[in-house]
């Protein structure tokens, strides 16, 4: 037969270790939280403007914000024969509020991809406007892109889809 203080022993002892797994997980635990209510951390539309020949393209963005940083995954959903492409993207927020990262592509095999810039400033609640600017040169008919060639531009915009 067990002794009553026993019971009272272990249940000290449980209650002493799950108190002790708290202090030892609070600054995970406090960090997931912070990132979790960061403005720019959720699953945002990605929208491309159509430049030159190419169309409209719209990706799924899944961003992290870790204080002043930011990452994430590019997802491509349209237009279709583009929804396999993928990229990752890691910058900063700048002082006055604006993200400038790099991006680059993740299954590209045998391709070099679209890789290059992101500078957005916000343009309203839960929503982010601005450019990237591709490393691709601009294809010129009939030859091989050259240094003096301009980079690609284009005007694109986060909104809010989820947090």
Not at 46 to 61: C, M, S, T
Not at 89 to 106: H, K, L, M, V
């Amino acid at each position: 037969m067990l002794d009553a203080s026993y019971g009272r022993d272990l249940t000290v002892a449980v209650i002493g270790a799950i108190i002790a797994g708290l202090v030892l997980e609070a600054p995970r635990l406090k960090q997931w939280l912070a990132e979790r209510n960061a403005p720019l951390t959720g699953e945002w539309m990605e929208n491309l403007a159509a430049v030159g020949d190419q169309e409209p393209r719209h990706d799924i963005v899944t961003c992290r914000q870790r204080g002043q940083f930011v990452d994430g995954d590019i997802q491509r959903i349209s237009p279709g024969n583009q929804t396999n492409r993928t990229y990752r993207f890691r910058g900063t927020i700048a002082a006055s509020g604006e993200i400038y990262c790099a991006f680059w592509p993740t299954n590209r095999v045998g391709e070099r991809g679209s890789y290059g810039t992101i500078q957005m400033a916000p343009s309203g609640k839960d929503s982010w406007s601005g450019y990237y600017i591709s490393l691709l040169r601009e294809r010129v008919p009939g030859r091989e892109p050259t240094p003096l060639d301009p980079f690609t531009t284009n005007e694109m915009s986060w909104t809010l889809r989820k947090r």
